[in-house]
């Protein structure tokens, strides 16, 4: 959560709205994340761009965890909502 609420997703211009994004999430072995869009922003250039974003991040996967993964990706059965404000800079629940 800590690396999602840290993210910021590059805006241009009138982009740079409040803006609301839903999706899951699925994290595999090596922290890489993909995200599955739920429901878009209404703006599908600024949808891509959140998309691309969270699938940028990567995530430290503790040992134990990792070992669960079995070496596979797995979905994570939570429905998580972005919320942006202005340039960008948003917040994940």
């Known amino acids: 959560m800590k690396v999602l609420n840290g993210m910021k997703v590059g805006t241009f ?3 740079g709205k409040d803006a609301t994004f ?10 890489k994340l993909s995200a599955q869009q739920k429901q878009g922003t209404g703006d599908a250039t600024l949808d891509a761009r959140i998309k ?3 699938e940028g991040l990567k995530v430290s996967v503790p040992a134990g965890v ?11 059965q ?5 919320r942006g ?9």
Do not use: M
């Not at 839903?22 to 922290?31: A, H, I, M, N, S």
């Not at 669960?68 to 990706?73: P, R, V």
């Not at 939570?78 to 972005?82: D, G, K, M, Q, V």
């Open 13 to 15: 211009g009138a982009e």
């Open 22 to 31: 839903k999706f899951r999430l699925e994290v595999c072995p090596d922290g």
């Open 52 to 54: 691309s974003t969270i």
């Open 66 to 76: 990792a070992d669960l993964l079995k070496g596979k990706c797995k979905k994570i």
């Open 78 to 82: 939570y429905e998580f909502t972005w």
């Open 85 to 93: 404000k202005g340039a960008g800079a948003g917040s994940v629940k």
